[in-house]
């Protein structure tokens, strides 16, 4: 970024209306992390008593690989959604904060959560596609046999 | 607005902040977009299930009754359903992402205070629109489980 551009950024400032959405979106990411939380743990159980419950032998090599990585591809997926969501909540936290006590630093700092955050997202959605498509094969060829 | 709330007009982004808040937004655009695209193929795929299974069963696909037909079709509808629900979530979800980056991006570039908080705005809807979306999957799941021990 040049010099000129950097100067002219530091004429942006936060009025009240943003302030209230920061604030808003501090709430509702509170509510994000625990729902997301509860949702992510639920699923996690409910794939791991499927799988310790039935173990078939698969003779289709696509169903060995598919339901061998399963497992780890849920729980890959279920820990960078709860990243996610840690690094929306200390945004969120970072902002409440910095509106509260006027505190400039923090609430410039704030924003790499985000960026963090995003990251984690797209793991998220890398691993969301690879189930999909991984289902949708799956029943393709169940309904095929 | 109260007035209590007039000291935050001291907060300002400055160089590093912007930086910061410039490449979020750049990830943001990438994710908003790659979770439209993917979206778009969940409603694509959803078009296809229906039709492939259609195609399945109107050729017999080694189905054996009436009773097993219907409950296919409805097995294929549900599908479709589903997954043109999941599309159309993940576009509208990304959707205001899409917003936050566009116009914070906006907002970087013009200087203009009033775009980054509708840029601010986006990013609110956004955490809204899962937080709900949230509530209601563990309400479904809730439901699922009494109704399993109903049976």
């Known amino acids: ?145 | 607005m109260d007035q209590e709330n007039q000291p935050l007009f001291g907060l300002s982004i400055d160089g590093q902040a912007a930086s910061t808040i410039s490449s979020s937004v750049q990830w943001a655009r990438i994710l908003a977009i790659c979770g439209i695209v993917f979206g778009g193929v969940f409603v694509l795929l959803g078009i296809f299930f229906k039709t492939f299974m259609s195609k399945t069963m109107s050729m017999g696909g080694g189905l054996e009754s009436d009773t097993v037909d219907k409950n296919a079709a409805l097995g294929a509808g549900i599908g479709m359903v589903i997954y043109i629900l999941m599309g159309a979530l993940a576009i509208l979800g990304n959707t205001f992402l899409l917003n936050y980056a566009n116009k914070t991006s906006r907002a970087l570039k013009t200087n203009d205070s009033a775009m980054l908080n509708s840029g601010f705005a986006g990013l609110r809807n956004y955490c809204a629109f899962w937080a709900v979306i949230m509530i209601l999957c563990l309400l479904l799941f809730l439901l699922s489980i009494v109704t399993m021990g109903l049976m």
Do not use: C
Not at chain 1, 2 to 14: A, C, G
Not at chain 1, 33 to 42: D, E, N, W, Y
Not at chain 1, 47 to 62: E, V
């Open chain 1, 1 to 145: 970024m040049d010099t000129e551009n950097k100067d002219d950024l530091f004429s942006i400032r936060l009025n009240n209306e943003g302030a209230a959405h920061l604030l808003r979106f501090a709430k509702q990411v509170k509510v994000f992390m625990i729902a997301g939380i509860a949702l992510t743990v639920i699923i996690l159980v409910r794939d791991l008593i499927a799988l310790l419950r039935d173990r078939p032998a698969y003779s289709d090599s696509f169903f060995r690989i598919f339901f061998s990585i399963y497992p780890y591809l849920s729980l890959a997926t279920a820990i960078a959604f709860i990243l996610q969501l840690i690094y929306y909540q200390r945004l969120g936290k970072a902002v409440k904060y910095a509106i509260e006590y006027s505190d400039e630093a923090g609430f410039n700092k704030a924003f790499e959560s985000l960026v963090k955050g995003i990251w984690f997202a797209f793991l998220v959605t890398g691993f969301s596609f690879l189930f999909v498509i991984g289902d949708l094969v799956v029943i393709i060829k169940l309904w095929n046999k």
